[in-house]
């Protein structure tokens, strides 16, 4: 708990202890007082006392992933993914280097946990880059990314991902942006209709390491994909998206994106395609197995649904599909049985580039009227849904039928958020079996809800209680730009390691002793093999000629949880930082003369200060540097 909990706590307390009851209106200020005091209470984690769920937020255009601790909601780390990041090194070391792929940006929106039967595994968390076409895999062992895949080809502005299936077998993809296919190829936007296209992926995941490969893409109409769920038990084969600009129009899309009187919703059967790509259907396209929808009788339906939809999000049975129309003051909900027989029953009323558009009412068991602006929808282990309202800055609570025909009746709680919401998270919301218990509201605006920090505002986000029929207000935090959704698991389910055990890393590079360190020369290749421990590094001294290629290995040596090292070099932009147990390879090339300082950038004990070294530089044409370096002689300290 901060400093700034423990004096609101004192703050409550002593207001709700003086203030005199004064009949109504005096009640009722002190029973605020005293439901923020119960509030804060519930939220409170005693020092040394541990959160019971992990938040995992999207950062948005920082191109990382936030984690939280809930119900304290503190931020705990950030994870490094598609962006540079000086506090842990990443974006500095040769690996990271090489995953980046000479980007320093992206777009984060939609982290996904992987699954087992439809619950959260605890082994991996996907996130898409919506501006550069990647998708990453962190690892929850040690939490940092260990893959980036892409720029997927054909494919542009991967907004409507990473969405994993029930087993993880999957990672599915699908384009906020048509283009023309193959990327590269030109197409005036007068002929957007005909020869741009929209594109979904599978994207297989390897059920032992995690591995990412692209294995097949679909080719779609112009639309632009938002969000998606993966199917459950009877609807496992299937994926849903929803889609806008069915106009297919171009330039201001406020307006002409408006036409229509509805968009659709988007039924994709994952395992059909996989199948058919097996079987040798498709083309190869932009380096990758593309295949056309209408070559696959069966895989992909279009429902109409209310304007301007952003979630799509499916029911922890499997059974239900709920719609979000931004322009709507309701959501529709869709039953998957009503889906199968609609399709089986060819039950359609038109098509778009041949895929089949089925009759909405045939699918169709309810519009519930949540309210103004429908965003997301998550579900808990209650039976209810909370559906995110963008327009009315609430969140709203309704039963998850029956469908009886009485939608305002399944309405059972609103609760106002501080401001205009967009995604919503549920603990578990999108698996078979959610937790329940506890929501986030990730709000785009917070006006004026913290101390003034200038033009440039944090994003507001929530806690909420939800608990029986209602919901309670619980605590509010704030975040860096920008989260857009989140993640919310149980901490039990998550199993880190605290140290990178000796006996399992097998890097070639690494090393664990001080009198194994070693500076080697090949031509002008200078490559050292740097060990460090509290509180020195060896060697402690490198010499090098102007101009070398120098290549530094370092093990932290460390077998002691929170026992970091970092490495900065200056005035070479070089900064890593090791875990205890851990190599990282940085490369440069030595182009100036001079004496430069290295030292350990991590606080590690009381003689941090002391842990330092120093890079010399021999200048061209004086005496060149020995194959050893000044660290052989020093004895690497």
């Known amino acids: 708990m901060t400093y700034r909990h423990w004096l609101a706590i004192a703050a409550i307390v002593a207001a709700t202890a003086c203030t005199p009851s004064k009949g109504p209106s005096g009640g009722g200020q002190n029973a605020q007082l005293a439901d923020a005091r119960v509030a ?29 601790g809930v119900p304290s909601m503190r931020h705990i780390m950030t994870i490094p993914v598609f962006a ?23 777009d984060v929106h939609h982290p996904a946990l992987s699954k087992t039967k439809g619950d959260y595994d605890g082994r991996w968390l ?40 029930e087993n993880s077998e999957y990672a599915l993809v699908a384009s906020r942006f048509s ?38 893409q679909i080719l779609t109409p112009p639309f632009n994909w938002d969000l998606a769920a993966t199917g459950r038990e009877g ?94 003051p309701f959501v529709t909900v869709f039953a998957f049985d009503k889906f199968l027989a609609a399709a089986a029953a060819n039950d359609t ?3 778009e580039d041949g895929i089949p558009v089925l009759r909405p009412e045939a699918v169709k068991v309810a519009e519930v009227p949540v309210g103004l602006g429908p965003l997301h929808t998550q579900f808990d282990d209650q039976g209810y849904a909370y559906t995110s309202l963008f327009v009315e800055s609430a969140i709203a609570k309704w039963k998850l039928g029956p469908f009886d025909g009485h939608d305002s009746a399944l309405v059972a709680a609103k609760i106002p958020v501080h401001f205009s919401v967009g995604h919503l998270v549920v603990a578990g919301g999108d698996t078979r079996h959610p937790f329940g218990q506890y929501l986030v ?33 619980l605590y509010q935090a704030y975040t860096e730009p920008e989260p857009h959704f989140a993640q919310l698991v149980r901490a ?40 460090s421990i509290r509180s020195y590094f060896s060697p402690g001294a490198i010499e090098v000629n102007q101009g070398d290629s120098v290549i530094i290995h370092i093990t932290n040596g460390e077998q002691e949880r929170d026992m970091l090292h970092g490495f900065g070099l200056a005035l070479h932009n070089i900064n890593l930082v090791m875990d205890p147990g851990e190599v990282k390879t940085v490369a440069f090339r030595a182009t100036k003369a001079g004496v430069y300082p290295f030292y350990c950038t991590n606080f590690c004990s009381a003689m941090h200060q002391e842990m330092q070294g120093y890079l010399l530089v021999k200048p061209r044409g004086g005496a060149a540097a020995s194959a050893g370096g000044s660290g052989s002689q020093t004895g690497g300290r």
């Open 179 to 216: 283009v023309p296919v193959p990327l590269g190829t030109y197409a005036p936007l007068s002929q957007y209709a005909t020869q741009y296209h929209g594109m979904v992926s599978g994207v297989k995941i390897d059920s032992a390491t995690g591995e990412m490969k692209l294995d097949w």
């Open 40 to 68: 804060a209470q519930r939220t409170f984690v005693a020092p040394g006392n541990l959160d019971d769920y992990y938040l995992f937020y999207s950062g948005g255009h920082s191109g990382q992933v936030y984690v939280a």
């Open 349 to 351: 009323i038109s098509n």
């Open 441 to 473: 509201s990730m709000n785009k605006l917070s006006k004026g809800q913290h101390l003034n920090v200038g033009p440039s505002q944090p994003e507001s986000s929530e806690l909420i209680d939800i608990n029986g029929t209602g919901m309670t207000m």
């Open 126 to 165: 996907f996130v898409n880059d919506n501006a550069n076409n990647r998708i990453a895999r962190i690892d929850l062992a040690d939490f940092k990314t260990k893959q980036i895949l892409g720029p997927i080809p054909n494919s542009s502005g991967n907004h409507g991902s990473a969405f994993v299936t």
């Open 235 to 328: 609807s496992h084969d299937w994926a849903v998206w929803t889609a806008y600009n069915t106009e297919r129009a171009t330039g201001r899309l406020e307006v002409t994106a408006s036409q229509r009187d509805r968009d659709y919703i988007v039924f994709v059967n994952w395992v059909k395609v996989s199948a058919a790509a097996r079987a040798g259907k498709g083309r190869q396209l932009g380096g990758a197995h593309v295949l056309d929808p209408k070559d696959i009788p069966g895989s992909i339906y279009l429902i109409p649904c209310a304007k301007s939809p952003h979630g799509a999000d499916i029911s922890p049975d499997g059974k239900y599909v709920v719609c979000n129309g931004k322009l709507a």
């Open 492 to 531: 039990d389910v998550l199993h880190p390691i605290e140290v990178y055990p000796q006996a399992d890393n097998h890097d070639p590079n690494a090393i664990w002793r001080a009198e194994d360190a070693s500076v080697t020369r090949r031509g002008n290749v200078v490559e050292v093999k740097m060990y």
């Open 84 to 106: 540079p990041y000086p506090a842990t090194g990443y974006g500095f070391d040769e690996e990271s280097k090489r995953m980046l792929g000479g980007y320093s940006w992206g």
